[in-house]
């Protein structure tokens, strides 16, 4: 009896030791909004940055997760981390169409002026020397390049109504400042 309820022990442990521990993501995403709304704006980016990374996300709620990261970095004055953070989060997200029209509406609606210096774009205010740079026109296309990428994964989504978003999103996008000449 001692010995079958050892063995029976150490095999249950070995089987919950086998199995990895599930996330609770919206335990994580919880405490991130109290972070922010607390204004602890950098610890709130921290854990922001590693559930936009974390391609188990929820794909409905990843784009909303972004959109908060990267509000933490232009909160904390850093704003030149915020191309860091699109491109890493669409390299992680690269099959959710939600994020990257998340990430191509940031490119058209955030800052479009920056500096380069030392040949390398900085987004934002620069103090010290470089060339004043405005990057309008390449985050247009670089938002179209991800709404192409978004497409064919949009069309496949069951959902119209929030198809039917991502499409009037691209005209807005086509039509960017082009719809009064």
């Given at each position: ?54 391609p188990t996300d929820d794909t409905k709620l990843v784009a909303a997760d972004f959109n908060l990261a990267a509000t933490c970095l232009q909160q904390l004055g850093r704003i030149d981390e915020i191309d860091e953070l699109r491109e890493a989060t ?92």
């Amino acid at each position: 009896w001692m010995l079958t309820g050892i063995y029976s022990a150490v095999l249950a442990a070995l089987a919950v030791s086998a199995v990895p521990a599930e996330k609770n993501l919206a335990a994580e995403r919880a405490n991130c909004q109290k972070l922010y709304d607390a204004g602890n704006y950098k610890d709130a980016y921290t854990a922001l940055r590693l559930l936009v990374l974390d391609p188990t996300d929820d794909t409905k709620l990843v784009a909303a997760d972004f959109n908060l990261a990267a509000t933490c970095l232009q909160q904390l004055g850093r704003i030149d981390e915020i191309d860091e953070l699109r491109e890493a989060t669409i390299k992680s997200q690269a099959q959710n169409w939600r994020l990257l029209q998340a990430a191509a509406d940031s490119y058209l609606n955030g800052v479009h002026y920056g500096f380069i210096v030392a040949g390398k774009f900085s987004r934002g205010p620069h103090r010290g020397g470089g060339d004043a740079v405005n990057s309008a026109q390449r985050d247009r296309v670089r938002a179209l390049q991800l709404m192409a990428q978004a497409m064919p994964l949009a069309k496949a989504e069951p959902h119209k109504i929030e198809v039917a978003n991502y499409w009037l999103s691209l005209a807005k996008m086509l039509l960017s400042n082009r719809d009064f000449n």
